[in-house]
């Protein structure tokens, strides 16, 4: 977990003149009314028809409907409805919906697929360059597989893709992990310095080779691969599925991800845990009926103020300049193009 250092044409056709036709006998005039009045029959039975098919096909308007509650159909799992887009069905008939609604719930369904969740795979390199900007300083968050330093920050070896440290033991759980899959390899052999340096800040038996290693080791694809299930075991998988549960969509789940990835996943006042349970007695979750955007500003202030109790964490802007800033801009979820700052330097997701 490393420290704060640093978006052909149409036809009409002309009707033929009429011919004229005969005066019509008494006989006929009933004979003609009769297969109107039929025919207008017929007709409105068809346009009735053609309306229900349009509009009531099974699927599809299970999957319209539940666009419009907010809810994902692959997965039946309830978020909060998108403010100013939930639209009442309206009917021209019992059991019949309006043409145009069904227009509309298509088009619901489009901006909920273009509002996918974070584990989307578009949604999620966001958020890893998100992060990237504010951990790294960089969008190339896989370029930092071979990321290793010591920012003095009180944790040791700060390193990888999210900021594996030495003393908080996720840099112990990334090194056992590759070695269970990758037997025998560079790193493997720092184990035991790793337990004996976890909580602390020393460097102890991880003299610069470690650090000469750590950036062989990233070439290994292997390696790379235990980078990233540590990081989705540890860290993103977690913080989504909460944020899910909790009825938030893409910006929200962002947001509990980036807090666990700086502060932990723990209970305490300034890990993960302890931030939601204060926002949450501030303000109802979605799940809980709450308003989206209101929870998240209390999430964002809670998140704020735990940083705010460690001067490595005095600079703020991850939150203020981008995070609320996206909240602001009412982008739930977490739609491109996107631009914000991170102490001080501009970025841009097109």
Same mark, same amino acid.
């Given at each position: 977990?490393?420290?704060?250092?640093?978006?052909?044409?149409?036809?009409?056709?002309?009707?033929?003149?009429?011919?004229?036709?005969?005066?019509?006998?008494?006989?006929?005039?009933?004979?003609?009314?009769?297969?109107? =009045?039929?025919?207008?029959?017929?007709?409105?039975v068809?346009?009735?028809?053609?309306?229900?098919?349009?509009?009531?096909?099974?699927?599809?308007?299970?999957?319209?409907?539940?666009?419009?509650?907010?809810?994902?159909?692959?997965?039946?799992?309830?978020?909060?409805?998108?403010?100013?887009?939930?639209?009442?069905l309206?009917?021209?008939?019992?059991?019949?919906?309006?043409?145009?609604?069904?227009?509309?719930?298509?088009?619901?369904?489009?901006?909920?697929?273009?509002?996918?969740?974070?584990?989307?795979?578009?949604?999620?390199?966001?958020?890893? %360059?998100?992060?990237?900007?504010?951990?790294?300083?960089?969008?190339?968050?896989?370029?930092?597989?071979?990321?290793?330093?010591d920012?003095?920050?009180?944790?040791?070896?700060?390193?990888?893709?999210?900021?594996?440290?030495?003393?908080?033991?996720?840099?112990l759980?990334?090194?056992s992990?590759? =070695?269970?899959?990758?037997?025998?390899?560079?790193?493997?052999?720092?184990?035991?310095?790793?337990?004996?340096?976890?909580?602390?800040?020393?460097?102890?038996?991880?003299?610069?080779?470690?650090?000469?290693?750590?950036k062989t080791?990233?070439?290994d694809?292997?390696? %790379?691969?235990?980078?990233?299930y540590?990081?989705?075991?540890?860290?993103?998988n977690?913080?989504?599925? %909460?944020?899910? =549960?909790?009825?938030?969509?893409?910006?929200? %789940?962002?947001?509990?991800?980036?807090?666990?990835?700086?502060?932990?996943?723990?209970n305490?006042?300034?890990?993960?845990?302890?931030?939601?349970?204060?926002?949450? =007695?501030?303000?109802?979750?979605?799940?809980?009926?709450?308003?989206?955007?209101?929870?998240?500003?209390?999430?964002?202030?809670?998140?704020?103020?735990?940083?705010?109790?460690?001067?490595?964490?005095?600079?703020?802007?991850?939150?203020d300049?981008?995070?609320?800033?996206?909240?602001?801009?009412?982008?739930?979820?977490?739609?491109?193009?996107?631009?914000?700052?991170?102490?001080?330097?501009?970025?841009?997701?097109?």
């Open positions: 977990m490393k420290n704060d250092i640093r978006p052909p044409r149409s036809h009409r056709v002309v009707p033929a003149q009429p011919t004229p036709v005969p005066a019509a006998t008494p006989i006929h005039r009933k004979i003609i009314l009769v297969t109107s =009045a039929a025919f207008a029959l017929i007709l409105v068809a346009v009735i028809t053609t309306t229900v098919m349009v509009t009531n096909q099974p699927e599809a308007s299970k999957n319209h409907a539940s666009a419009l509650r907010g809810v994902n159909p692959s997965s039946a799992q309830a978020v909060h409805p998108k403010r100013g887009s939930h639209k009442k309206t009917y021209i008939a019992p059991g019949i919906p309006d043409p145009v609604a069904s227009i509309a719930s298509t088009a619901a369904s489009i901006v909920f697929n273009a509002s996918a969740d974070l584990t989307d795979p578009r949604k999620k390199d966001i958020a890893m %360059q998100l992060v990237s900007s504010a951990e790294n300083s960089s969008l190339d968050w896989r370029a930092q597989y071979a990321y290793i330093e920012i003095s920050d009180g944790r040791g070896y700060t390193g990888g893709i999210i900021g594996f440290t030495s003393g908080t033991h996720d840099m759980e990334l090194v992990y590759y =070695a269970k899959i990758a037997p025998g390899n560079i790193l493997a052999k720092y184990i035991p310095a790793l337990q004996k340096v976890d909580g602390t800040s020393s460097h102890a038996g991880l003299d610069t080779a470690f650090v000469a290693d750590w080791a990233a070439k694809p292997k390696f %790379q691969a235990a980078q990233d540590e990081r989705d075991t540890v860290y993103f977690p913080s989504v599925q %909460q944020a899910k =549960a909790d009825g938030l969509r893409a910006l929200g %789940q962002f947001m509990y991800y980036d807090a666990i990835v700086m502060h932990g996943p723990g305490d006042g300034v890990s993960f845990g302890g931030i939601r349970a204060t926002a949450m =007695a501030k303000a109802k979750t979605p799940a809980q009926g709450g308003d989206e955007t209101t929870y998240l500003n209390a999430f964002l202030a809670a998140r704020k103020a735990a940083m705010l109790t460690e001067a490595a964490h005095d600079d703020t802007s991850r939150v300049t981008l995070q609320r800033l996206f909240l602001t801009q009412d982008n739930l979820g977490l739609n491109t193009p996107l631009s914000w700052k991170t102490y001080g330097d501009s970025y841009t997701i097109n």
